[in-house]
């Protein structure tokens, strides 16, 4: 299994829910990485988990809060999100932090929209 | 710290034609560079990736790049474009020692006419 699996694909929601974006990947990586991509913009970096421990929060609002429950699971919870946010959100996962000479793999992302 | 900077937003051709991305990096030590695509409401797709093994890096698709360290550049090619090529093309760097996270350039949007 060489793929990253993003669920859902599509989300609307309003600014008052809560909802939760799922990351898995079965390839044993242990570092996963949530990434925002607006339109017309390169991915920017949100967090960063390496060996399920969160390592890299890239100043980003309190609204959006992630969870790695295991080594092949990366979530990220929302809440109170403003029309802003509205955005693709991605998932990569890597073999390690320490070096990236494989890259990342990416998965398709979930396309947020918020009313 | 390292960076990368991608030459021109948007880049025209018709099918047949030479395809060159342009793509310079800036960093503090020897790097790693990769080149993604994108398709519409898709992920990234990792097309190639330089890891000092050797300069140039042969890829999916067709797609080729060649590390230049003099010139700090790593650009794309493909001899011969094709209707499906059209997307999102990323440069990205991360650095070879320490601690590192990719980062990406603006990126350059292909255009294929027939």
């Known amino acids: 299994d060489t793929e990253v699996t993003q669920t859902p694909k599509h989300l609307v929601m309003g600014m008052t829910n809560k909802k939760s974006l799922k990351c898995e990947q079965h390839?044993?990586?242990?570092?996963m990485y949530w990434y925002k991509q607006k339109a017309k913009k390169p991915p920017e970096l949100m967090f960063v988990?390496?060996?399920?421990?969160?390592?890299i929060n890239e100043s980003v609002p309190s609204r959006f809060s992630p969870e790695c429950p295991n080594s092949s699971l990366l979530n990220l919870h929302l809440h109170a999100l403003q029309p802003e946010d509205s955005a693709l959100y991605l998932c990569?996962?890597?073999?390690?932090?320490?070096?990236?000479?494989?890259?990342?793999?990416f998965g398709s992302g979930t396309r947020l929209t918020v009313v | 710290a390292q960076s990368v900077t991608q030459l021109g937003s948007h880049v025209s051709v018709s099918e047949g034609a030479l395809v060159l991305l342009r793509c310079n990096y800036s960093?503090?030590?020897?790097?790693?560079l990769f080149w993604y695509v994108q398709y519409p409401n898709q992920g990234l797709q990792l097309l190639l990736k330089?890891?000092?093994?050797?300069?140039l890096v042969k890829g999916i698709n067709g797609f080729e790049a060649e590390f230049k360290k003099s010139e700090t550049s790593f650009h794309l090619t493909k001899p011969s474009a094709h209707m499906r090529d059209a997307a999102e093309y990323f440069c990205?760097?991360?650095?070879?020692?320490?601690?590192?996270?990719?980062?990406f350039g603006k990126g350059t949007m292909l255009l294929v006419s027939p």
């Open positions: 990569a996962s890597s073999q390690g932090t320490g070096t990236i000479s494989y890259g990342y793999t």
């Open positions: 390839m044993g990586h242990r570092a």
């Open positions: 988990y390496s060996y399920e421990k969160l390592s």
């Open positions: 960093s503090s030590v020897p790097p790693y």
């Open positions: 330089y890891t000092s093994a050797a300069t």
């Open positions: 990205a760097v991360s650095l070879q020692s320490g601690y590192s996270t990719l980062t």
